[in-house]
Nanobody
Framework: QVQLVESGGGLVQAGGSLRLSCAASGRTFSTYAMGWFRQAPGKEREFVAAITWSGGGIYYADSVKGRFTISKDNAKNTVYLQMSSLKPEDTAAYYC???????????????????WGQGTQVTVSS
């Protein structure tokens, strides 16, 4: 059974940094892509970043380019989202997700993803 467990959320001031982690278990993820999504109150869930587990292809939403960095640790089966220069509009519940198979076009669509974590809250104060 696939499990994705996020951690690392919290309260941070604008301009600060946080690192989210997503620990994956339950199968071999070498053929998967992993994505981060976020959902603010009253808004739809939106794509943040994705990384392909084997090839290291990396994709970002325009709103986070240059501020967020997605990475992975194959040995630990863990994906990270390093968030810097945080803004109040980054406040949301952040979710990690896994998908297989995938294409470049499907990586940004939440409906493409098969497995989801429970989410971790990030709150950025002004």
């Amino acid at each position: 059974q696939v499990q994705l467990v996020e951690s690392g959320g919290g309260l941070v001031q604008a301009g600060g940094s946080l690192r989210l982690s997503c620990a994956a278990s339950g199968r071999t993820f070498s053929t998967y892509a992993m994505g981060w999504f976020r959902q603010a109150p009253g808004k739809e869930r939106e794509f943040v970043a994705a990384i392909t587990w084997s090839g290291g292809g990396i994709y970002y939403a325009d709103s986070v380019k240059g501020r967020f960095t997605i990475s992975k640790d194959n040995a630990k089966n863990t994906v990270y989202l390093q968030m810097s220069s945080l803004k109040p509009e980054d406040t949301a519940a952040y979710y990690c997700a896994a998908v297989r198979p995938f294409t470049r076009a499907t990586l940004t669509a939440q409906r493409s993803y098969d497995y989801w974590g429970q989410g971790t809250q990030v709150t950025v104060s002004s």
